[in-house]
């Protein structure tokens, strides 16, 4: 289990396929880790041979979420999901959107949680024209990062 660099995510993908190993792809923040994000992580695994990671970095969780977020800085964030047996590798990256990630690493299988429409989830086109799928695991339900952070404030 690795926290890859960019520019080396070309050598694991090449490694994983030329082993004939499929590549399942999640992204988020995973601030304090939690029941909800287990869940999708464990599910998201279960899809294909390996469960890439993409973790916006600190810089991106501050655009996304806010200027107090991240809790847990981009290290803690990455081990913590290294920690778990199905989390395989995680990328940090520093855009908002894990389209150019995906682009480069062309999973078989990207997995969103939420209530989307498939073909509204970034990277749809680049993985489905390349021959892999696009699956959406639901929320489980009571569990969010906020709601943690909100909770301990109370
Ligand atoms: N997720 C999930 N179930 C939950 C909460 C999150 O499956 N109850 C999924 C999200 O859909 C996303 C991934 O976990 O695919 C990372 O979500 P993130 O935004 O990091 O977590 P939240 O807890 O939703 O964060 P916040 O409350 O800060 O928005």
Partial sequence: MIIIKKEDISKLTSKYKN???SIVFTNGCFDLLHSGHLDLLRRASEFGDKLIVGLNSDVSVKKLK??????????????????KSFVDDVIIF??????????????????????YKKEEIVGYNNVTKNGGVVRIVPLTPGFSTTLIINKSNR
Avoid at 68 to 83: C, F, G, M, T, W
Avoid at 94 to 115: A, M, S, Y
């Fill in 94 to 115: 520093n855009e908002i959107t894990p389209k150019k990630l995906i682009e480069q690493i062309i999973p078989n299988v990207l997995v969103k949680g939420g209530d």
């Fill in 66 to 83: 806010g200027r107090s977020r991240p809790i847990e800085n981009e290290s803690v964030r990455s081990n913590n999901l290294l920690d």
């Fill in 19 to 21: 082993n004939g190993l």
